[in-house]
């Protein structure tokens, strides 16, 4: 069977999603059959080719019982650099389940900042094994770039880069290269750097600058010395703000003695901007920058609570004005101000929702493959807060108004608007996108509509019910 290895995929890698940009179902369920038949050659001739990004589709799509099993099957043919390209939660749970030895092989290949992506954000004992695994050069320099503040510069280089002295001339550094192993050369780079004997930069020679230049012509009469450059500790935000204001490529990262110790480029700094993007649009709506689709009810309900929890005291206060004038209303005066509790908290949990559904949308990660288990989600993440705030709202009521009637009333109609709000802000993002209609700009209109009607209905419904009735 060992022959199967050299097969080439039956499609082209882009072939593997379907036009909402999702990965095509056909294909993941032969993937799935592969991995229930413990079929390894079969399960590397459909994903072994596959680029980094589109295994790592792959793999967020899969159930997360066949994840592990996957990297199993695959062997020495998976491509840890895919695991760069999924959220954190399955990352984790996937290098957790297997051997540091294991690990610390698929880090080895790695440019050295996607290997630091991978080991960040385990616990330090799990980090301290893997570490331990690899070679000492390799542990010393991923030891070096983790020792770096969180989302510094230093977290976020590569420190595999080429140097040159000044006086070496353009023919000379085209030979050292081509004659350097291909291991020791960045699998991809744009500039060599000019660097003196105490590796200290002193400017940057561009590889279409090197190539056009006399073979004697000296380094460093070519180079450019007035580059932009980036100090290790720098916050990832103002590297992504540099990139974006001179529009670079790359930039060199130094030390405080302006040592050069690596190189950032703008694949990197892609992913920055799309992260603080994701977090800025994540805070707008309340939700915990590190949640992801991946994330369980429990944790995800959890995250959310304390917004939904001020939003519930300001709710309160916005009522009790109603309160001033209970003199002037009919004797369902309790009804009327707590009406608009019921529907604040069912419109903010939807808004909750429809942040990550339409970002979700916006980045591909919500497709028809996964999105009946990201409704499921949602739905019990609105009924255990509808629960939480059903109870609390219900005891607040009952006793504001001394009518326990009343506080069973007001928490039934919580649930059911929670759940509600969490179904309107899945399923109207979702619906608008499908004919074509921007999610982020109409999902609030309709979101807000639906939680009002149903809040208020549910509200006056069962209390109408529950005082016939009693």
């Known amino acids: 069977m060992a022959e199967l290895y050299h097969e080439e995929p039956n499609e082209a890698d882009d ?14 369920e032969e993937v799935k059959a592969a991995i ?22 792959l793999i967020v799509a899969l159930e997360p ?45 790695l440019e050295n900042d996607d290997a630091v992506t991978l080991l960040e954000d385990l616990e330090p004992e799990e980090q301290a094994e893997i570490l331990d695994a690899l070679s ?7 030891q070096r770039s983790l020792d770096y503040p969180d989302h510094s510069a230093g977290r976020l280089m590569q420190t595999t880069f080429v140097t040159a002295p000044p006086y070496w001339t353009a023919g000379q550094a085209i030979d050292v290269m081509r004659d350097t ?22 400017g940057t020679v561009f590889l279409d600058t090197l190539l056009r230049s006399k073979s004697r012509a000296l380094l460093e009469d070519i ?29 060199p990262v130094v030390d405080e003695g302006d040592r050069l110790v690596g190189v950032i480029t703008i694949d990197d700094v892609v992913d920055v901007i799309q992260e603080e993007a994701d977090a800025n649009l994540k805070a707008l709506g ?60 069912g419109g903010n949990a939807a808004t909750q929702t429809m942040t990550v559904a339409v970002r979700a949308l916006a980045t591909r990660e919500l497709s028809r493959a996964n999105a009946a288990r990201i409704i499921l989600r949602e739905v019990l993440v609105g009924a255990v807060n509808g629960v939480g705030f059903g109870i609390l709202t219900g005891v607040i009521a009952g006793y504001w108004f001394g009518s326990p009637s009343l506080g069973v009333v007001i928490a039934l109609a919580m649930v059911t608007n929670l759940v509600a709000g969490a179904l309107g802000g899945i399923l109207i993002p979702q619906i608008l996108a499908k004919f074509h209609i921007d999610p982020a700009v109409a999902s609030g209109a309709f979101v807000t509509t639906v939680t009002d009607v149903v809040g208020f209905t ?13």
Do not use: C
């Not at 072939?15 to 993941?28: K, P, Q």
């Not at 030895?101 to 080895?108: L, P, Q, S």
């Open 136 to 142: 000492p050069v390799d542990r010393a320099q991923l």
């Open 223 to 251: 180079m450019s010395a007035d580059r932009r450059r980036v100090e290790v500790t720098e916050d990832r935000e103002e590297v992504a703000r540099l990139f974006q204001r001179y529009n670079l490529v790359s930039a």
């Open 286 to 345: 309340g939700v915990s920058e590190s949640e992801e689709l991946s994330d369980t009810v429990f944790w995800t309900a959890k995250s959310r609570f304390v917004w939904l929890l001020v939003n519930l005291l300001t709710a309160f206060i916005a009522s009790s004005v109603l309160g001033l004038f209970e003199g002037s209303l009919q004797k369902m005066v309790a009804l009327a101000v707590l009406a608009p509790i019921v529907a604040s908290q």
């Open 15 to 28: 072939s593997i999603y379907d036009e909402d940009g999702g990965v095509r179902a056909d294909f993941l």
């Open 36 to 57: 229930e038949a413990n079929d390894g050659p079969r399960v590397t001739v459909l994903a072994g080719a596959l680029h980094e990004a589109d295994l790592g589709a």
């Open 181 to 202: 192993d291909e291991a020791d050369l960045p699998d991809s780079f744009y500039e060599v750097f000019i660097v003196d004997p105490g590796h200290r930069l002193l």
């Open 458 to 470: 549910a509200f006056l419904g069962f209390a109408t019910v529950w005082f016939r009735l009693g």
């Open 65 to 109: 019982e066949e994840r592990l099993r996957l990297v199993r099957l695959m062997g020495t043919h998976f491509d840890f650099a895919a695991l760069t390209e999924i959220d954190d939660n399955i990352r984790d749970e996937i290098l957790e389940g297997l051997p540091a030895r294991e690990v610390a092989e698929g880090v080895r290949d």
